[in-house]
C-alpha cells in the first residue's frame, strides 16, 4: 500500500488537483499493480516562496509549478519498475492534469511491513492483506 505525498502550487484549482491525484494513482495501479482501493495521497498546496527549487538542476527547464511526488511503500521494486512508474506518473501528470513532464519531481522511500498501521492501530502484517501483485 503506497502512501503517496503531493506538493503542488498553492493556487492549483481543485479540479486539477483531483485530476493531479488521479494521474498519479492511475499510474501506480497500471506500473505496479496496486489495488484500485489504495488510494492514499495527502496532498498539500505551497505558496510562492515556500519552496526554493533550482530552475535548472540536472538540464531539466523547470517552471514555477513543480509538482513533487513523494512516495512511500513496502520495499521490492526492480531499478526498471521504478522507471516505469516514473514515466507513466509523468505521462499521466500531462495528458490528465496539463503537468508539463519537466515540472514533476519524483522520489521514493521504500520499507518494509513492520514500517506500517494502516487501521485500528495494528501491525499492518496483522491485518487481511488482498492477495495480488506487490503493492
Not at 503506497?2 to 483531483?18: D, G, S
Request: net charge negative; hydrophobic share 45%.
Amino acid at each position: 500500500m503506497p502512501f503517496i505525498h503531493t506538493y503542488l502550487p498553492e493556487a492549483t484549482p481543485a479540479t486539477e488537483r483531483e485530476a493531479i491525484v488521479q494521474a498519479i494513482h492511475q499510474a501506480l495501479v497500471e506500473g505496479i499493480g496496486m489495488p484500485e482501493d489504495e488510494l492514499f495521497n495527502m496532498v498539500t498546496g505551497y505558496a510562492p516562496g515556500q519552496f526554493a527549487f533550482s530552475r535548472s538542476f540536472n538540464g531539466v527547464a523547470r517552471s514555477d509549478a513543480v509538482v513533487v511526488v513523494e512516495i512511500t511503500l513496502r520495499r521490492g521494486r526492480s531499478d526498471a519498475m521504478k522507471r516505469a512508474l516514473y514515466a507513466a506518473i509523468a505521462r499521466n501528470l500531462q495528458e490528465m492534469a496539463h503537468v508539463a513532464p519537466a515540472d514533476v519531481f519524483i522520489f521514493m522511500h521504500e520499507n518494509d511491513y513492520s514500517d506500517w498501521s494502516v487501521g485500528h492501530g495494528r501491525f499492518a502484517m496483522a491485518l487481511v492483506q488482498q492477495v495480488g501483485a506487490p503493492g
